[in-house]
């Protein structure tokens, strides 16, 4: 059962207080797209063995979504940060890329 | 013979001697024992049946991999089956029933599978034999199967459990698992830095096997520096100690459940049975020890074989002698302390086999100068089958299993080797090291679970490490304390060396098979998994038929699959694959080890959560009214609402009748508190909305009201509602009884997520309320009435408060907000007043209400009345594939708007497709009610022969108000074919037959609501 930090409350907090919101930093789309686009973006999800990011509502407790990256081989939390962000934070994608050398942002690489 | 002896017996207490009954029959043990000490000393070798064959077998093990001695313990609301005789401590009046025979234990019909059927039950005959014909699984396998097979019987559904379990909550910088020397020594090495330690031991008792085995530690005796350091640790005020309290599982981030068996030993003690452990560990130090394996030779499951160590246990822990004439097979120097141990407590040691050509050490010479025959490069051939171990068959290791000799024993010590207890280490993730010299998987410390911080978060101490030896598992454990302590953020510390006195052991040798070359009768006799009879011969036979990956022998045999998940049996299951494969065991490699440990008990996983505190009820303010007034409950989400409210001899069902006629003809009160209100406010509040509806709410004019259906993303209907726009930047919307949570929940998510720019807040404000639907031809009178009571209050006239509008005011003297809304096509006010006025209005109301025929009703009148009028219910015409199309709802889908969620989805080819079945009523043939969920039938078969579906029944009814029952349904082209009668099977066989109409059964043009 894993702990985050919810970044609003600024407390580590267990999974039981926490919903999963799945992966975050969809871009969505919307009428005018292609069936492709649309596709995708309903269906096609990230399963990376590595690096990834996920959105997590602090549901039994202040109520606010944020962003977990962590990894999903070793359990390791590189950091979490509100949602309102279309891609990942400096800071974070920095401490993702000292962790875990040679990792990118957006190829669910590491 | 199994006695007990006249002396030893370290944990029992010879004074206070104990009587309890096994199957029924009284026998007499001490405090002390364990259930299998216990039998054992009343020469009960026999104590089960086999899973498959129905074998004799008995007790194995001292401890928790015990495989065969599984009974069944109490009686009543305290029966449970399955629960190991090794790890259940004795107490007066403990009753115990073996298992898995019939009629008795000592004849069992069901032991022809064995003497008759064996080469017809190898492995993966389930899969092989019940193919065909069908009807033989159904009258012939299933029942024989489910009468033969199958562990002890489940307890009775009707009797509640007699005892109450808790959770209890723990954070540590280090948790200690195990408590003998190895986890003590660990502990005491973390907690001299500060750290908060907690340390559980499973066993009654502390030290492990230490005691038993001998050896001295810091010049003390084992057991006396065990009772010294126990003194210190629970003399510190940062060192917690539990026994009886098992680590059951590692998790992420250093959560550990820890499973404490209270009163177990105690039944009439009083308080919680078992207590489920919630624990946070900064650092895990898992001192689980090793397990002695078996070693495969035919008859190895004869009552009266038993592992080396484990004899050893009964002799020096509970003062038993398993045999008065012991064989002793080992490959490793360890069992020769059994044949020291036996001998010291006068019994004969006939014979020690053992597999290595060079034999043993230093402990074998001692054996030997006590003059008991030691034999090397020698195997058993065979024990000779029965109830009891009778003659044992010896031969060459090195062959074949010929020129044999035969003697007299009645009990057999064997050791294959031990194993280290690597389950809480593997469980989150830990890896394995095949150790080829001491025939082992070990914990590999450079590749340990990992934390959060990327950093690992389990060690291991002790011969859980590895080794086996008390001088290096001593200086494991001191390690593991120190490193375990200092990740955990305390201070460094050299670990000084700890003095023992130790054997040196001459190297094990690996032994798979005995002997080397076993024949097939001997190795379909040689069992590998006891619990779930597994053999030699059934691995092989897994192997020749092309199963390689050991996850698929290990399903294809079920070895490792029962209830002691291979805790005896993998590591041999494992090399006999490897071998029969012509690979290396670490090839082959291991299954994954799941928690818990050890099976623990849905009681103590439930808590305190069952009966009345399950889970937490939601009650509307009415709720104790609605109680005293024949309330028939049923359950919304964690709401109770009243279904029907009975009356003094009438049935359910009469109620409902009642109430649907009398709310259609005088006046009808329901208690709409539990509905979902949501205040969405801010600049951007309208904006947001258009998105969340299909239909458009910001340009609702302030003090009206509009029916609003919500999408997912994706399409599917998924809410609906009635929006009430309050002033220029605020909303309230009205949500499903069951939809409040889940629909602010939608909300923040998209406005915290996508559009987190936009100025709008969203709060539930469905408890803040208590709200009234007060409906009926005489709904406006009562209201009337009531303000003329107050002298004064809101004008409810048809001019004043018209159809889809609302109005604050006060009507009775209470402040509240009307709605002219209806959800039943009659004259209807949905009024909201504060919740804590809720009570007090709702009496006015019905008071009031008296001289106009005022009746409260439930939520079946709710939905017969919405069916008459063929409105749609969230959960009854939906499920997550319809989409407001289906429904006929298209004049909700607004085409001015750009965007909304679901609008992007409703062109996808699937959904536009003009198959798609769609929303019409149905009226029976014959007046009578269509079942519910039943499918419509049309012409032709599907892929499968099962014949083509065109419909589905979505809501069915008796209206009492037009004498017949009524229904609503998707249909394939429904609306296209009025008039059309189609077919619904019945499970009853019923064939029913109904005409597609118009889902507007009542009042088709909109009247009576209009008034």
Known sequence: MLMLHCPFCDEYVEETELQAGGEAHLKRFGPGSSDDEFHDYLFTRENPKGVHFELWRHINGCGKWFIAARCTVTLEVFGTYPANCTEPPQWIKDKISEKRPGWTWREFAG | ?1011
């Open chain 2, 1 to 1011: 013979m199994s006695t007990r002896l006249a002396k030893q017996g370290r944990l029992i207490d010879r004074s206070k001697q104990v009587e309890f009954t096994f199957n029924g029959t009284t026998l007499k043990g001490y405090e002390g024992d364990t259930l299998a000490s216990a039998l054992l000393a009343n020469d009960q070798m026999l104590v089960g049946r086999s899973f498959k064959y129905h074998r004799p077998r008995g007790i194995v093990a001292s401890g928790a991999e015990e495989p065969n001695a599984l009974v069944g313990l109490g009686s009543n609301r305290r029966y449970e089956p399955n629960q190991r005789a090794t790890t259940t401590e004795l107490f007066a009046g403990l009753e115990a029933k073996s298992q898995n025979h019939w009629p008795s234990l000592e004849f069992d019909v069901g032991e022809i599978n064995s003497k008759l059927f064996a080469r017809f039950l190898p492995a993966g005959f389930y899969y092989k034999m019940f193919i065909h014909p069908k009807p033989f699984w159904k009258h012939v396998y299933e029942p024989f199967i489910r009468k033969s097979a199958g562990l002890g019987a489940a307890p009775d559904k009707e009797l509640v459990d007699a005892d109450t379990y808790e959770h209890f909550y723990f954070f540590t910088d280090v948790l200690v698992i195990g408590g003998g020397v190895a986890g003590l020594q660990a502990a005491k090495t973390a907690a001299a830095t500060g750290a908060k330690v907690l340390v559980l031991e499973e066993k009654s008792f502390w030290g492990g096997r230490a005691p038993v085995d001998g050896g001295e530690i810091e010049g003390l005796a084992a057991e006396d520096w065990i009772a010294k350091t126990l003194e210190e640790l629970g003399a510190m005020d940062n060192v917690t100690l539990r026994d009886r309290c098992m680590g059951a599982g590692v998790y992420d981030h250093g959560y550990v459940l820890g499973y404490e068996r209270l009163t177990d030993h105690a039944p009439e003690a009083g308080g919680p049975r078992h207590r489920l452990w919630r624990i946070r560990a900064t650092q895990v130090v898992t001192a689980t020890g090793a397990i002695e394996r078996p070693l495969s030779f035919a008859g190895n499951d004869v009552p009266g074989v038993m592992l080396a160590a484990s004899m050893r246990d009964y002799i020096v822990n509970w003062g038993v002698m398993p045999g008065q004439k012991v064989v002793i097979a080992t490959n490793n120097d360890d069992a020769y302390r059994t044949a020291l141990a036996v001998h010291a407590a006068g019994g004969e040691v006939v014979r020690v086999v053992d597999a290595r050509e060079n034999g043993g050490g230093k402990l074998a010479d001692e054996v030997r100068a006590l003059g008991i025959r030691v034999e090397n490069g020698r195997a058993i051939a065979k024990v000779k089958d029965g109830k009891r171990v009778t003659k044992v068959a010896l031969c060459a290791q090195n062959g074949e299993g010929g020129a044999r000799e035969e003697i007299e024993a009645d009990a057999v010590a064997m050791s294959g080797g031990w194993s280290p207890v690597v389950h809480l280490w593997s469980h989150c993730g830990g890896k394995l090291n095949w150790d080829a010299a001491n025939a082992h998987f070990a914990p590999d410390p450079d590749r340990a679970p990992t934390s959060h911080d990327g950093k690992p978060f389990v060690v291991t101490a002790g011969s859980a490490s590895g080794p086996l030896g008390l001088g290096a598992v001593m200086a494991d454990a001191a390690a593991a304390g120190a490193k375990a302590a200092e990740a955990a953020g305390r201070p460094a510390q050299a670990v000084a060396e700890i003095a023992t006195n130790d054997v040196a052991e001459a190297q094990m040798e690996a032994v798979w098979f005995m002997p080397a070359k076993a024949d097939i009768q001997l190795r379909m006799k040689s069992w590998l998994d006891y619990q779930n009879d597994v053999k030699v011969s059934d691995v092989q036979l897994a192997a020749r038929e092309g199963y390689e990956s050991v996850e698929h022998t290990k399903r294809y045999t079920t070895l490792g699959m029962a209830t002691d998940q291979g805790k005896l049996s993998n590591i041999n299951g494992l090399a006999v694959l490897a071998d029969s494969l012509n690979s290396e065991i670490p090839q082959v490699g291991t299954t994954t080890f799941r928690p818990p440990y050890h099976p623990i008990s849905m009681g103590a996983i439930g808590g305190e959560a069952r009966g009345e505190v399950f889970q937490p009820l939601r009650r509307t303010p009415m709720h104790d009214w609605h109680e005293a007034n024949g309330a028939d409950f049923e359950p919304v989400g964690h709401w109770r609402r009243p279904y029907a409210f009975v009356r003094g001899g009438e049935s359910v069902h009469d109620a409902v009748n009642r109430e649907v006629r009398n709310t259609r003809e005088n006046l009808g009160l329901l208690d709409a508190s539990t509905l979902g209100k949501l205040v969405v406010k801010g600049p951007d509040a309208g904006k947001f909305l258009d998105m969340m509806y299909t239909n458009m709410m910001s340009n609702l004019k302030i003090g009206k009201c509009r029916y609003g259906l919500m999408c997912s993303e994706n399409g599917f209907l998924m809410d609906d509602g009635v929006v009430a726009r309050i002033d220029e930047d605020t909303w309230l919307c009205h949500t499903t009884t069951g939809g409040a949570e889940r629909i602010h929940g939608h909300m923040e998510e998209w406005l915290q997520t996508e559009w987190y720019d936009w100025k709008v807040y969203v709060t539930n404000v469905t408890e803040q309320l208590a709200q009234v639907a007060v409906v009926g031809p005489n709904a406006r009178k009562v209201l009337e009435k009531l303000n003329a009571q107050a002298g004064g209050g809101m004008d409810v006239s048809k001019e004043a408060l018209p159809f889809m509008e609302w109005r604050d005011g006060e009507i009775g003297g209470f402040k509240a907000r009307a709605y002219r809304i209806s959800f039943s096509g009659e004259l209807s006010y949905e009024i909201a007043v504060s919740a804590s006025e809720g009570q007090a209005f709702w009496n006015a109301l019905y008071e009031a209400g008296k001289e106009f025929g005022v009746m409260p009703y439930g939520t079946e009148a709710l939905h017969i009345l919405r069916a008459e009028k063929g409105f749609i219910m969230i959960g009854d015409e939906t499920d997550g594939t319809v989409i407001p199309q289906d429904l006929n709802l298209q004049w909700a889908l607004s085409k001015k708007k750009e965007d909304f969620l679901g609008k992007r989805a409703h062109t996808r080819s699937h959904m536009a497709d003009p198959d798609r079945w769609k929303l019409v009523g149905l009226e029976t043939v014959d007046g009578s009610v269509l079942p519910d969920g039943a499918y419509a039938v049309g012409n032709g078969v599907n892929a499968n022969g099962q014949k083509n579906t065109i419909g589905r029944v979505t809501s069915t009814y008796y209206s009492a108000n037009l004498g017949r029952g009524i229904a609503m349904g998707l249909v394939k082209h429904g609306p296209k074919r009025m008039g059309e009668i189609i077919e619904f099977p019945g499970t009853d066989g019923t064939i029913y037959k109904a005409k597609i109409v118009d889902p507007v059964f009542y009042d088709k043009e909109g009247e009576k609501q209009n008034v």
